[in-house]
């Protein structure tokens, strides 16, 4: 599986920004899809992950992030997608999205595959 992440910018405080994900390959809907964060001499820092279980679809949010940001995913487009809104500068990042063969989890460790990121920076 390769991943290529879009969508980061530079944006004012308060502003909104929408990543996305794009996955090649087969059966992305069986991928547990993340996005993770890494800001300069930070370590990498989990933001949110989709999966499903049979025909139940499940997310989870970095407590930094929730309320904020919105993980979505178009299993027909083999994208997901990161809606983040109120945007803050603590917010700058890189930001990389990862698969898994497995549900979603918190730990980089449990993702297989890794894109190369997009910056976003946000002033204040």
């Known amino acids: 599986v390769q991943l290529q992440a879009s969508g980061g910018g530079l944006v004012q405080a308060g502003a909104s920004l929408r990543l996305s994900c794009v996955a090649s390959?087969?059966?992305?809907?069986?991928?547990?899809m993340a996005w993770f964060r890494q800001a300069p001499e930070k370590e990498r820092e989990f933001v949110a992950t989709?999966?499903?279980?049979?025909?139940?679809?499940?997310?989870s949010y970095a407590d930094s992030v929730k309320g904020r940001f919105t993980i979505s995913r178009d299993n027909a487009k083999n994208t997901v997608y990161l809606q983040m809104n109120s945007l803050k500068p603590e917010d700058t990042a890189v930001y990389l999205c990862a698969a898994a063969e497995t549900y979603g989890s918190t730990r980089p460790k449990t993702y297989n595959f890794w894109g190369q990121g997009t910056e976003v920076t946000v002033s204040s």
């Open positions: 989709s999966w499903s279980g049979g025909i139940t679809s499940y997310a």
């Open positions: 390959g087969r059966n992305f809907s069986n991928y547990a």
